[in-house]
């Protein structure tokens, strides 16, 4: 197991980062209005509290608890506002995916043995996001659960992280 010490500074924060990235990149993939973006800060968020729980992978513990702490929170808001700074919606997608890929790059160096279940994670936490809130249909009536723009980024996401697309 790798944890914090095993990376240097910046490569951690971008480890940290990209548990929120995940669910940055279905977000800005379909904008869902006001209400939709609440239910996928929701979704992001809770997938952090049951990996609290459910997850016994010792690298997604320490940035569950990096998370967790203030200083943690604080630096991976730091690490996005200066990610995503001055970037017009249509780039935020673009960025998130990047930022994943070199996550991934990060991971397969410096965590080998933890790397697949972290890249997993990543993706569930980016699924999550895409089923949190209805695209299409009107006042939460009819469309659909996940949209093709999501499907298309979640596939994006995957490949980003060199795992191979779900259903």
Known sequence: MVGKAGFAPDEWNQIVQSVLTAGIAISAA???GLFGILKES?????????????Q???LI???????QTSDGRTAA???LSSAFAGAKPADVKVRA??????TAAILDAKAPADSLAFKTWLRHIAQSVAEASSEGG???FGGVKVSDNEKATLAE???????????
């Open 56 to 58: 016994s992978d010792e």
């Open 138 to 140: 009107f006042l939460g």
């Open 97 to 102: 995916i990047d930022a994943l890929k070199k």
């Open 157 to 167: 996401i995957s490949s980003a992280l060199g795992l191979p697309a779900s259903a």
């Open 77 to 79: 808001k730091a690490g």
């Open 42 to 54: 929701i979704a992001s968020a809770s997938a952090l509290i049951d990996a609290k729980t459910s």
């Open 30 to 32: 379909e904008p869902s």
């Open 61 to 67: 513990q320490a940035v569950v608890a990096e998370l």
